[in-house]
């Protein structure tokens, strides 16, 4: 059977290169998280709304003073923290990773059709490398677009929490980048096993654009799970999506609302399983024909 690491770099640089090679791709992909940073999170921002409101009640004269406080604490109580923006900007985070990992199931369509994927399954190299060469591939390029993301958040305004000291700052930052990787391995694996025995693009942008909306809403990227009806909550509750949210507002926001050693046992589970799934099913399915 051969090295099962063998040709796996190979693979994975191939992958980066149409990436870095092609800037227009990473400012395209880019495009998405910083327009709902940008213009959803600050023209929406629930901070704004409350404490730069006027409150006009004839015969009642509340100081500004009063609102603000109240607003306070309301946010904190609602999405736990004051300030919206950064809840909204530390799910952004988990987004650019997963819109990442969506797209990565494209890649092995179009090996297929042109012709690529064929000439690799005459070489020596493992079926499963080359699903775990793509899955990589997309791992690294959400990390790097991750953290373009998380520097624009900042500069827009982005608030963390003052209590950490620079070491656990430190800690918590790499605490969420390998959270990040847990949900890039898991979805990545889960899009490029769907696309396996695809040889048609549109059923592959198909099933993105089906699962990308109802994934985004359907955890707690916007507002927290308390806030959703009660149908929708079973849903979020098994959304990994929602797990990389709380680990990376827990972390850098203090703001958690499970346990962040449970989440990052649930993510683990996710990006394993989906992981070799798509391994074993690589050496099923991948065929010269």
Same mark, same amino acid.
């Given at each position: 059977m051969g090295n099962p690491l063998h040709g796996l770099w190979a693979l994975t640089d191939r992958e980066l290169k149409k990436w870095y090679k092609a800037p227009v791709v990473l400012i395209v992909t880019l495009i998405q998280p910083i327009v709902w940073l940008a213009f959803f999170g600050k023209s929406m921002n629930m901070t704004s709304i409350f404490t730069n409101g006027s409150v006009n009640i004839p015969g009642l004269n509340i100081p500004k003073q009063?609102?603000?406080?109240?607003?306070?604490?309301?946010?904190?109580?609602? +999405? @736990?923290?004051?300030?919206?923006?950064?809840?909204?900007?530390?799910?952004?985070?988990?987004q650019i990773t997963f819109f990442t990992a969506m797209n990565s199931g494209m890649s092995i369509v179009w090996d297929r059709r042109l012709g690529v994927l064929g000439k690799l399954l005459t070489t020596p190299v493992p079926r499963g490398s080359i699903i775990m060469g793509k899955v990589l591939n997309s791992v690294i390029r959400s990390l790097a677009q991750a953290t373009i993301v998380l520097l624009i958040a900042v500069l827009l305004g982005m608030k963390f929490n003052t209590k950490l000291t620079p070491l656990? +700052?430190?800690?918590?930052?790499? @605490?969420?980048? *390998?959270?990040?990787?847990?949900?890039?391995? @898991? +979805?990545?694996?889960?899009?490029?096993?769907?696309?396996l025995r695809s040889t048609n693009w549109q059923s592959q942008m198909a099933i993105i654009n089906l699962l990308n909306m109802p994934l985004m809403f359907a955890s707690n990227s916007f507002y927290p799970i308390k806030m959703m009806p009660w149908w929708l909550r079973p849903i979020a509750y098994i959304n990994p999506l929602t797990?990389?949210?709380?680990?990376?507002?827990?972390?850098?926001?203090? *703001?958690?609302?499970?346990?962040?050693?449970?989440?990052?046992?649930?993510?683990?589970?996710?990006?394993?399983?989906?992981?070799?799934?798509?391994i074993v099913l690589s050496w099923r399915f991948l065929s010269e024909a």
């Open positions: 009063i609102i603000d406080q109240i607003a306070q604490a309301y946010l904190k109580s609602t +999405f @736990g923290t004051t300030d919206y923006f950064s809840f909204l900007a530390a799910s952004m985070v988990a656990e +700052f430190a800690l918590s930052v790499v @605490g969420v980048y *390998a959270a990040l990787t847990l949900l890039s391995l @898991g +979805f990545s694996s889960l899009y490029l096993t769907l696309a797990y990389v949210n709380d680990v990376t507002r827990g972390l850098l926001l203090g *703001a958690s609302s499970f346990s962040v050693p449970m989440d990052f046992l649930y993510l683990t589970i996710f990006a394993v399983v989906f992981s070799a799934i798509g």
